[in-house]
């Protein structure tokens, strides 16, 4: 029965999200104009939606979107988003870092996307509502 869970929730992953394209910073733009939409869900689908790995991590995609989709509970209304800084930490890895505005508190989100051959996938999106991760990591 968990196996057939599992499957469907594949298939359905796999059929909702179209996924985004581009490099990194276009993919970035393209998960807050769905967030902007109030589409959180859809852009956790898209943002993974190339990344193989991921397919197989469901559980933990549920929790990602449940935990953005309770911002707004927290911190007021989504206002729009900053990009702090773009990092080139080889030709294969990029990582980004944006600020995205609510009413009450700013949430810092660090996104790291990985080229394994000619394509831009997300490798990790994490967030926190704190400022350690501000800046160049050296």
């Known amino acids: 029965m968990k196996n057939i869970i599992l499957i469907i929730s594949v298939l359905l992953f796999a059929n909702n999200a179209t996924g985004y394209e581009g490099n990194p910073t276009s993919q970035v733009d393209q998960f807050f104009s769905e967030i902007s939409a109030g589409k959180a869900d859809q852009a956790i689908d898209n943002l993974y939606s190339n990344n193989p790995t991921m397919q197989q991590k469901i559980q933990a995609l549920t929790v990602l979107k449940q935990q953005i989709n309770s911002l707004g509970a ?27 505005k609510y009413e009450v508190h700013p949430i810092v989100w660090e996104f790291y996307f990985y080229k394994p051959k000619n394509t831009w996938i997300i490798s990790q999106a994490m967030f926190v509502d704190q400022f350690q991760v501000l800046g160049a990591k050296k």
Do not use: W
């Open 74 to 100: 927290f911190y007021g209304n989504y206002l729009g988003f900053e990009k702090v800084s773009y990092e080139e930490i080889s030709p294969s890895v990029v990582r980004m870092v944006t600020v995205a």
